[in-house]
């Protein structure tokens, strides 16, 4: 599995969009980009993943670069409840999860 | 509603005590997993199973033992247990048969081990 690079810890203020880097330089052809997020002390929650376009749901957006080699998730309108770790992971898609440190991201009021 | 339960969701132990903790899924999906999570490390794959009858280790492995009979089930087995296996344990699960493989996993809300 591609290694990911993921700034420990960031700030973002309540009602803006929070934007999450994940450095990805060695993905693979098959791999896709994965984020889960896990709250506080409970078991991790998917978010989102994409291969090649970008792609919304009901809880983000993930942008990735044309080369593949990073992306960004955007929590359009952070909560106080987005207050969580959140994981990039890449791998083939169906494979076991990996994963790193994560990012640790505060929602402040 | 299905969903993915572990058990005992608490429980305390002594040092050399064979302890299971339970997994158990309702999505029917082929896909099981068995993560520890530790201050300092995150979340470590511990075995992971694609179906019944396969298991697989993952990276931290050493001292634990799974098995898996029929699909709903992974039980994760500490065979002498030791302090350095304190920890929270969550099992995982994903991909329903004949379906589109996708990343999505479910997980359970853990299981707290305490070793003494």
């Known amino acids: 599995d591609a290694k990911t690079t993921q700034p420990p810890s960031m700030d973002c203020a309540e009602g803006r969009a929070a934007n999450l880097p994940c450095n990805h330089s060695?993905?693979?052809?098959?791999?896709?980009v994965y984020w889960y997020r896990q709250i506080h002390s409970q078991g991790p929650q998917y978010i989102i993943h994409?291969?090649?376009n970008n792609e919304t749901n009901e809880m983000a957006s993930l942008i990735i670069t044309e080369d593949r080699k990073s992306s960004t998730l955007i929590l359009p309108h952070a909560t106080l409840r987005d207050t969580a770790v959140y994981y990039c992971?890449?791998?083939?898609?169906?494979?076991?999860?990996?994963f790193g440190q994560g990012t640790r991201l505060t929602i402040n009021p | 509603d299905a969903e993915i339960t572990q058990s005992p969701r608490h429980k305390i132990t002594e040092t050399g005590r064979q302890v299971t903790l339970a997994c158990h899924q309702t999505?029917?999906?082929?896909?099981m997993f068995w993560y520890r999570q530790d201050l300092g490390h995150g979340l470590r794959l511990i075995h992971y199973?694609?179906?019944?009858?396969?298991?697989n280790k993952g990276e931290v492995s050493d001292g634990y033992s799974v098995s898996r009979s029929n699909t709903e089930d992974l039980p994760l087995t500490l065979e002498s247990a030791a302090s350095s296996q304190t920890s929270v344990y969550f099992c995982?699960?994903?991909?329903?048969?004949?379906?589109?493989?996708?990343?999505?996993?479910?997980f359970g809300e853990g299981s707290r081990l305490t070793v003494l």
């Open positions: 995982a699960s994903s991909n329903k048969p004949g379906q589109p493989l996708t990343g999505e996993l479910f």
């Open positions: 060695t993905i693979s052809g098959n791999e896709y």
């Open positions: 994409g291969l090649k």
């Open positions: 992971i890449v791998r083939v898609a169906g494979q076991k999860l990996v």
């Open positions: 999505w029917n999906h082929n896909n």
């Open positions: 199973s694609y179906g019944v009858q396969d298991t």
